[in-house]
């Protein structure tokens, strides 16, 4: 601002000179009195000067006051806010904070899927063991299968006797704490089955017993399995034993029974036979 009133004070000063240079000229041309030509010069030079300055300096004023005009109406632009376009932009990213200082609502996450309880899968339950079949089923299809055995080689099958069966079963017992073709008491004289043999009748001090069966062959094993199968293997046994088989398998001896007992898991087993019916 300021530089530019210095610039209008030296434009109006040129402008002065140049106007008291041509007031000179013009005195010498009309031959005045130097005095009075130099008051006039001078009262017209300052006359001149002061309308040339007045005239002169109202466009330089006005072109100061213009710029100035110009220099303030810029500073107010610069100052000014922008257009609306600028307002636009400036209120965007303005808006784009708000909305970005604005928490937005949490997308909220899917909630996992509740786990259903799986159903154990049924505990298989341990097969109950097979029921032990009675001594008296196995005692029946034992004979049954030594006779099977016998015919298969020849020989007739021999006659069960039911008392003789008392006795073999009575036999059976005795093999759990004797396991002994050697036993007392006598089972045949314990239940007095068989044929009385009288010892004082032949002169012997002996005691007298009772006769019931010719021989016997024993076996004791853990079998397992059905009635029919733990017969079988009772069967063959005696069957693929020489010195068992030469009287349980022999025709001589047509008579025959079988008992069996089970304890602690073990079987007991004893076959007898004979060659006659001593009491049925």
């Known amino acids: ?3 530019t009133k210095m610039l209008a004070a030296l434009l109006a000063g040129l402008i002065t000179l140049s106007l008291a240079g041509c007031g000179a000229d013009k005195a010498e041309n009309t ?3 130097p005095a009075s030509t ?3 010069i001078t009262a017209t030079v300052t006359d001149n000067a002061s309308e040339s300055t007045a ?3 109202l466009p330089v004023e006005s072109e100061i006051k213009q710029d100035e005009s110009m220099a303030e109406k810029e500073k107010a632009e610069s100052n000014a806010p922008a257009d609306s376009g600028s307002k636009a932009d400036i209120k965007k990213p303005a808006e784009s904070n708000q909305q970005a200082k604005t928490p937005s609502k949490q997308t ?5 899927a509740e786990e259903k309880p799986q159903t154990p899968a049924p505990t298989e339950k341990p097969e109950a063991p097979a029921e032990t079949p009675t001594a008296n089923e196995v005692a029946r ?3 049954e299968k030594i006779n099977t055995l016998r015919q298969a080689q020849g020989s007739p099958a021999a006659t069960i006797l039911p008392g003789l ?4 079963t009575y036999r059976s017992e005795q093999l759990i704490t004797n396991f002994s073709h050697e036993s007392s008491p006598d089972a045949c004289t314990v239940l007095k089955y068989g044929e009385y043999v009288d010892m004082s009748d032949c002169g012997m001090p002996e005691a007298s017993y009772y006769r019931g069966y010719n021989a016997e062959a024993a076996a004791k094993g853990n079998w397992t399995g059905t009635a029919d199968e733990i017969a079988d293997k009772i069967a063959n046994g005696f069957k693929n034993s020489a010195g068992h088989w030469r009287y349980v398998g022999s025709a001589e001896y047509t008579y025959m029974a079988v008992g069996i007992t089970y304890k602690g898991g073990t079987w007991y087993c004893c076959v007898c036979v004979s060659s006659q019916n001593y009491g049925g």
């Open 108 to 112: 909220e996450a899917p909630k996992p």
């Open 31 to 33: 031959g005045s009195d």
């Open 55 to 57: 005239e002169s300096s």
């Open 1 to 3: 601002m300021r530089n």
């Open 141 to 143: 299809k034992t004979a």
């Open 165 to 168: 069966g008392k006795v073999a």
């Open 38 to 40: 130099e008051s006039g």
